[in-house]
Structure formats: C-alpha cells, structure tokens
C-alpha cells in the first residue's frame, strides 16, 4: 500500500495536469473575449483613419480622430480585468478547499482524530489572488500594461502605414492581420501572446500562494515541501534543477539538503511556470501520535520523502480513462499501446505534435494501437 506522502505526491503531479487544464480553459475564454470586439475594432480603425487624412496627419490629430478606438480597446481589457479577478479569486478558494479535500482523503482517520487540520480564509485567498504581485506586478497593473500596450501597437501601425503612403485597407490588415493566416500577422497579434501569459501566470501564481497558505497553517502536520516539476520539453531549465528538491515548510523555504534557493517558488519562477510543490507529512513518532494506531496506519505515515516520479512514469501509472483525458483518446491509446513515450508527442521546441504529425513521424505505432 501507498503511503501518505506518496498518495500525495501522485495527486500532486495529477492537480497540476488539472491546473494546466484549467489554464487552458481560462485562456480560451479571455481571448474570445478580446476577440469579440474585433468587428467593431475594424470598423473604428477604418473611420478613425480616414477621417485622419494624408494631408492632415498630426500626432495630436491622430490622438483625436483615434479617441473612439482607444476607448473600445480601454473597455475590452477593464471587462478582461474584471473576469479575471473573479477567475484567479475562484482558483484560490479552489486550491484551498482541494487541499483540504485531499487531506481528508489521504492522511488516515486515527491520525485527523488527534490533528486538526487548518483552514485558509476567504479573506487570506482574497489577498494571494489580489493584492499579491507577480513577476513584478498586481493583476490589475498587469491589465494596465496589457491595455497601453496594444493602444501603442495600433498608434505605430497607423504611423508606419501613413508614412509608407498605405490604403486604408493596407493599414487596418497590418493592424488586424489577414484571415489567410488567422490574423496571426497582425501588430496585435502579440497582444493576444501576452495576455495568455498573464492569464497562465495568474492562476500559477495564485494556485501555488493558496497552496503555500493551505501548507503553512498546517505546519504542525506538515514537515517540508517538495518541488515537483512537469519534465518534458517545455520544462526550463530553472524548474529542471529544482524539481524533487526540498524546503522548509515556512515563508523562508530554506533548502534542505542542498543549495539551490526557493525564489519565488514552483508556479511562480517565471512566466507561465508549471511546476508546483507537494508536502511532506511527518512521521507518526515525529506527531507524538498515540502508540494504539493500526501496524497499517504506522507504516502509511513514515515521513519519509517519496521515490522520484516524473511526469513520464506518473502517466503511464495512470487508468485508461485518466490517459485519454489528460492525453486525449488517441494519444492515449498511442501511449498504451502504439509504444510510444510522452516525450515524442512534442517536437524539439516543446510544441505539441498533431496527430497527422505524429502518424507521418512513426506510422508503426499508428498500426499497433489500431487507429
């Protein structure tokens, strides 16, 4: 039977997965949104531009005949800034209870008897998700930045067109980007990169403070927190060299056993970092448990740090049905039984393969999982 604290560790490794899917979903929702004023964005740009004029072109006339774009553009990002303050304050309230969900789970009832577990409040949560910065920034500055920013991209694209002697069309297709690439062409493009990566290093962020706060109201259970990073190709190389590292479980996280610091800590390192961290439960003799505790109980709360389990060997330890969800049906099936491993499902820059990708690379395995 597994003990406790490597219980933990594969739910651990799994929430992650979980979070990321979340991620994604969350991405997903705040890019529609952006991109739900891209009608009437076009059809101010066209206005604004043609009202500007060759002749009468000004940097203070492009300000006023541009006061109507940038008013939509400051409106979109305040709305994003809004979904994604009850977003990251909703992954905080959910971390924590997760938490204390999984505690309840795992650690035995005989144990939980005699140590309580601790709480984190609404208002704690509110403060991880709110008020504390990351990479540099609160949330709603990082939304700030993000609004100014593509207000420039647009103010530069019409300045280049205009001093090329563009059309109107020209100037709004560098601006918007063409529907033959997906728009990916465009000034803004890039506006769409950067708010994935604010939005991914929120919930990250607010996630691991949770996670932080959950541990350390809980100290008198918990002995030290471990580094678990996702190990693939998109891994960096900070979060490579700390993953399965120890720390203390306080605000300090000193090493143990090593040298190498916390920083700001797993899923929140650097940008869009993916990593995060698991307890270590102390010992039943280390708790000063009652002696009366089942052989079985005992041997489930040993202390001791769990074997080393990457993301790799976690999923294949995992069901069928968990597979194909993390994976999706056909990579799962390809995983189980076409012979391939989880690293040849990325390209060398860490970029998901497709499916059309992965069959032209080994259509051996395609054939052994019959797909």
């Given at each position: 039977m597994a003990t406790v604290n490597e219980q933990l560790q594969s739910a651990s490794i799994g929430h992650a997965v979980d979070l990321q899917h979340l991620s994604n979903a969350e991405v997903r929702k705040v890019i529609k949104l952006l991109n739900s004023v891209d009608a009437d964005l076009r059809a101010r740009l066209i206005d604004a531009i043609e009202r500007l004029g060759a002749d009468s072109y000004t940097a203070k006339h492009l300000n006023a005949v541009l006061a109507s774009v940038l008013e939509?553009?400051?409106?979109?990002?305040?709305?994003?800034?809004?979904?994604?303050?009850?977003?990251?304050?909703?992954?905080?309230?959910?971390?924590?209870?997760?938490?204390?969900?999984?505690?309840?789970?795992?650690?035995?009832?005989?144990?939980?008897?005699?140590?309580?577990?601790?709480?984190?409040?609404?208002?704690?949560?509110?403060?991880?998700?709110?008020?504390?910065?990351?990479?540099?920034?609160?949330?709603?500055?990082?939304?700030?930045?993000?609004?100014?920013?593509?207000?420039?991209?647009?103010?530069?694209?019409?300045?280049?067109?205009?001093?090329?002697?563009?059309?109107?069309?020209?100037?709004?297709?560098?601006?918007?980007?063409t529907r033959a690439e997906g728009y990916?062409?465009?000034?803004?493009?890039?506006?769409?990169?950067?708010?994935?990566?604010?939005?991914?290093?929120?919930?990250?962020?607010?996630?691991?403070?949770?996670?932080?706060?959950?541990?350390?109201?809980?100290?008198?259970l918990i002995d030290e927190v471990r580094w678990l990073s996702t190990l693939d190709n998109k891994t960096s190389a900070p979060c490579r060299l700390r993953d399965r590292l120890v720390y203390t479980n306080d605000i300090r996280h000193l090493p143990?056993?090593?040298?190498?610091?916390?920083?700001?800590?797993?899923?929140?390192?650097?940008?869009?970092?993916?990593?995060?961290?698991?307890?270590?439960?102390?010992?039943?003799?280390?708790?000063?448990?009652?002696?009366?505790?089942?052989?079985?109980?005992?041997?489930?709360?040993?202390?001791?740090?769990?074997?080393?389990?990457?993301?790799?060997?976690?999923?294949?330890s995992q069901s069928a049905a968990r597979q194909d969800q993390v994976l999706g049906p056909a990579r799962g099936k390809l995983l189980r039984d076409g012979g391939l491993d989880l690293d040849q499902f990325y390209n060398d820059k860490g970029k998901l393969l497709t499916l059309d990708q992965l069959r032209e690379q080994d259509a051996a395995a395609f054939a052994r999982a019959g797909l």
């Open positions: 939509l553009n400051k409106s979109i990002y305040a709305s994003i800034g809004k979904v994604m303050a009850e977003s990251v304050f909703d992954v905080g309230q959910y971390e924590v209870e997760y938490q204390g969900a999984l505690f309840a789970r795992v650690i035995p009832g005989q144990v939980l008897v005699e140590v309580q577990l601790n709480r984190v409040n609404l208002a704690q949560v509110r403060e991880i998700a709110l008020s504390r910065p990351f990479q540099g920034r609160l949330l709603k500055e990082w939304m700030g930045d993000l609004e100014a920013g593509r207000a420039v991209k647009i103010r530069d694209g019409i300045r280049i067109g205009m001093i090329e002697g563009q059309t109107t069309d020209q100037i709004v297709r560098r601006i918007m980007g990916a062409d465009g000034l803004i493009e890039r506006s769409r990169r950067d708010l994935e990566s604010v939005v991914r290093t929120a919930i990250s962020h607010t996630a691991q403070g949770a996670r932080e706060a959950y541990y350390q109201q809980n100290d008198d143990v056993g090593h040298k190498v610091p916390w920083l700001s800590g797993p899923g929140k390192l650097h940008w869009c970092c993916r990593s995060t961290s698991m307890p270590i439960i102390k010992s039943y003799e280390a708790l000063r448990l009652s002696r009366g505790l089942p052989e079985g109980t005992r041997a489930s709360m040993d202390g001791q740090v769990p074997q080393s389990t990457n993301y790799g060997d976690w999923i294949k």
